[in-house]
Nanobody, 116 residues
Framework: QVQLVESGGGLVQAGGSLRLSCAASGVIFNINVMAWYRQAPGQQRELVAT???????RYTDSVKGRFTISRDNGENTVYLQMNSLKPEDTGVYYCKAQEITARSYWGQGTQVTVST
């Protein structure tokens, strides 16, 4: 089992920045992909960014150039640095860990609200 705990969400004005953290614990040696998703009210959950065990990041088009995903393997933590935030970035942000078997685990989510 893998446990994920997100933190770092909050309320920020448009143009501001936030840094989300996702701390992983438990049986983590099989994890090869970590990802951030978000879900806006009334919308489906969407993929924001992924990073592999080899630290290759990928982003959805709407956040490219503004968000940066990174991982600290020593701390078993994944980060999402979010800059130039827009109101449309508002939502609950979830961390996901995927094992090499494709089994996935989710965190409880952290709310990000961007005001105009």
């Amino acid at each position: 089992q893998v446990q994920l705990v997100e933190s770092g969400g909050g309320l920020v004005q448009a143009g501001g920045s936030l840094r989300l953290s996702c701390a992983a614990s438990g049986v983590i040696f099989n994890i090869n992909v970590m990802a951030w998703y978000r879900q806006a009210p009334g919308q489906q959950r969407e993929l924001v960014a992924t990073i592999t065990s080899g630290s290759s990041p990928r982003y959805t088009d709407s956040v490219k150039g503004r968000f940066t995903i990174s991982r600290d393997n020593g701390e078993n933590t994944v980060y999402l640095q979010m800059n130039s935030l827009k109101p449309e970035d508002t939502g609950v942000y979830y961390c996901k860990a995927q094992e090499i078997t494709a089994r996935s685990y989710w965190g409880q989510g952290t709310q990000v609200t961007v005001s105009t």
